[in-house]
Each structure stands twice: as structure tokens, then as C-alpha cells.
């Protein structure tokens, strides 16, 4: 790990400076500032010498503040730096978002979820190989330009959906499925204040600059999510190599509003398969106004990957995604609430 300095951040106006300032000169983020919350993927890279902060900002002072997890009025809102153990172990969370309290269960082990935050779950960075070991060079994401060894190499793990000639990473994350199946705002707070966006607006698809991950701006950071409505008719179903903490294959998040046995409103989601966090928008839209069947659960299913671009180690993934969504459907269709 490189040298770098630290500073403890007191209130959000002196983080916000601290980042603003460290960030300046490197929009790649390899010789800026960086917040520090819970540092389990923060710490992680920097040891891998994929990251090389020459500040560190802890933002863990902001807790008082920033950590509030709060259900009621037939709303949600979370703040950034509550922990996932918390989030997921709240008893209306269980209740009116299983689907939230089921995907941060999922996530990881007990010791991580006790330590990472909300935010810095959204904003982890991929585990592609040629990403996180340094002796491989042609990795856009981390020297742009040089090209993606995943394209010929080994890709079993990596993406299907949203693509590019560029990049095929997979994001790795399970909560921001759920965030972007129940249209989550994210606060933002920096330098003009605070501002609110969709958090599928947070995360950019590789395109062209895969190094450039997200919306956020030089000295930005994530302060809350807010969800309107209740999804107690939801769930988080996650496929992997092993049962136990492990990232996803495919995974798929599920909301829907049934009422009379019609479906009035359905949300899709898929992880393990995208470059970004993935909302199925034409799959969703087979459902609503149908009654719930297993055949229409394979037309949504086949709706939510019908642009799914396979190549030699991850085409098991279009089927293997298919099975999940149709699954998940089944299981939210059928729960009781």
C-alpha cells in the first residue's frame, strides 16, 4: 500500500472541501482524495494497488447525521453511512421492503456487514480479475485506452447486458438492485449544497469512458436513499457458485403491487449480469394488468434478456438469468403479506 495522508472530517461542508480539493487535479482517482466509511472495498483496492488515494478523508463523524434509518408515512429513508447489518436486521424493513432487507442479508458475511455502510455498498467497484491484479495492463477502467483483456480472456463472471466494445466488468453489488426496482433517490451533498437524483442516474454504463463509473462530481458524496410506497410483495433471489457469501451469477429483485389477483405494478432488476445496475423496463411492463402465471412469468423472463450479449465463458449466464427472474417472480407473486 502507497503513503497517504489522512483526515477525520468533523461536519459535511469540511468533507466536501476535503474531497473537492484532493480530487482536483485526477478525474481517475488515482492520486485523489477518497471517503472513508466502513473500507471494505476502499482498503481492499488500495492493498491491491488498484487505488492510490494520496488523501483519505474519514467521514465516519458524519454518523450522527448520515445513519438514520427511517420507515413510516408509507416512505423510506436511509442514510448513507447506516450500516447493512442494521438496515437489513430492522424489523419494518423486514415487513415493507423484504426485498432490501433480503439483498443486504445476502451481501456479505456478518464481520462486513457490521462494517460497510449503505453508501459505499452502492459505489463498490468491480471484482473483474484484470481490474484488481495490476500486472495485467490492458484494463480500461484502469489505464483507458490500453483495452479490455476480459473481452478474449476469461469472462465467465463478467456482463451480458449494457456492454460496450470497451468494457464488459459486471458490477458486482445486491443492494443497488433493490434501490433501482423501487426508483430510490439518491441525496447527493457537496460544494452547492444537496441535490437529489434517480438513483439509476448514480451509475454509468461503460460506453466509451468505463473509467468513469458514476454521476457524482469532484467532492460529492452520497448522504441518503429515499423510496416512496410501500413493497412488502418483493424479494431479493441471488444465484452463486456457493451458498454462502459469494457475488452474484445472476441474481433478480422483485416488487409487485398485486391487487385481486391482478398485477397493477411490477418492478425487475438484475445483478450479476450488468455493467450497471440493471431495471428490466420492458419485462416489467409484460406484467402490469396480467394475472400471474408461469407462462407469463417465461415471457418475462425472456423479455428481461432479450438483449443480452453472451460471449465464450459467460453465455450461461442469459439462460441461468432467465431461471432467476422467472423464480423470483413466482416467489413474489406467491408470498404471503
Not at 484488481?132 to 480472456?153: F, I, L, Q, T
Not at 465467465?156 to 433493490?178: E, K, N, W
Not at 453465455?315 to 427472474?325: E, N, Q
Amino acid at each position: 500500500m502507497r503513503s497517504f495522508s489522512y483526515q477525520r472530517a468533523s461536519d459535511p461542508d469540511m468533507a466536501v472541501r476535503a474531497l473537492a480539493a484532493g480530487a482536483a487535479n485526477d478525474p481517475l482517482t488515482k492520486a485523489a482524495a477518497q471517503p472513508l466509511a466502513g473500507g471494505t472495498t476502499l482498503i481492499d483496492l488500495m492493498k491491491l494497488d488498484v487505488m492510490r488515494p494520496a488523501a483519505i478523508v474519514d467521514i465516519n463523524p458524519l454518523a450522527h447525521a448520515w445513519s438514520a434509518i427511517e420507515p413510516g408515512g408509507g416512505s423510506l429513508r436511509l442514510g448513507a453511512l447506516a450500516r447493512m447489518s442494521d438496515v437489513a436486521a430492522h424489523a419494518e424493513i423486514q415487513r415493507s421492503y423484504p426485498v432490501i432487507a433480503d439483498s443486504l442479508k445476502l451481501a456479505a458475511s456478518a464481520q462486513l456487514r457490521n462494517m460497510a455502510t449503505l453508501g459505499g455498498n452502492v459505489m463498490q467497484r468491480t471484482r473483474c480479475n484484470y481490474f484488481r491484479d495490476v500486472s495485467y495492463e490492458n484494463c480500461n477502467k484502469r489505464n483507458p485506452g490500453s483495452g479490455c483483456a476480459a473481452m478474449d480472456g476469461v469472462n465467465r463472471m463478467h456482463a451480458v447486458l449494457g456492454v460496450s466494445d470497451q468494457c464488459i466488468a459486471t458490477y458486482p453489488g445486491d443492494f443497488a438492485q433493490a434501490l433501482i426496482a423501487l426508483d430510490a433517490v439518491v441525496e447527493i451533498t457537496g460544494k452547492a449544497g444537496t441535490r437529489g437524483i434517480p438513483f439509476a442516474q448514480l451509475h454509468k454504463a461503460p460506453g466509451s469512458t468505463p473509467e468513469i463509473e458514476t454521476t457524482l462530481q469532484p467532492g460529492e458524496l452520497i448522504s441518503a436513499f429515499s423510496i416512496q410506497g410501500r413493497w412488502p410483495r418483493s424479494v431479493y433471489l441471488k444465484a452463486r457458485d456457493r451458498q454462502s457469501y459469494e457475488f452474484a451469477l445472476s441474481s433478480a429483485a422483485i416488487a409487485l403491487d398485486v391487487q385481486d389477483g391482478t398485477i397493477r405494478d411490477a418492478r425487475v432488476a438484475l445483478g450479476g449480469v450488468a455493467t450497471v445496475p440493471w431495471r428490466a423496463r420492458e419485462a416489467e411492463a409484460l406484467l402490469k394488468g396480467q394475472k400471474f402465471d408461469e407462462a407469463l412469468a417465461r415471457r418475462v423472463a425472456d423479455a428481461a434478456f432479450a438483449d443480452a450479449r453472451g460471449r465464450r465463458h459467460n453465455s450461461f449466464k442469459i439462460g441461468l438469468g432467465r431461471r432467476v427472474v422467472a423464480r423470483a417472480l413466482q416467489q413474489a407473486a406467491t408470498m404471503e403479506i
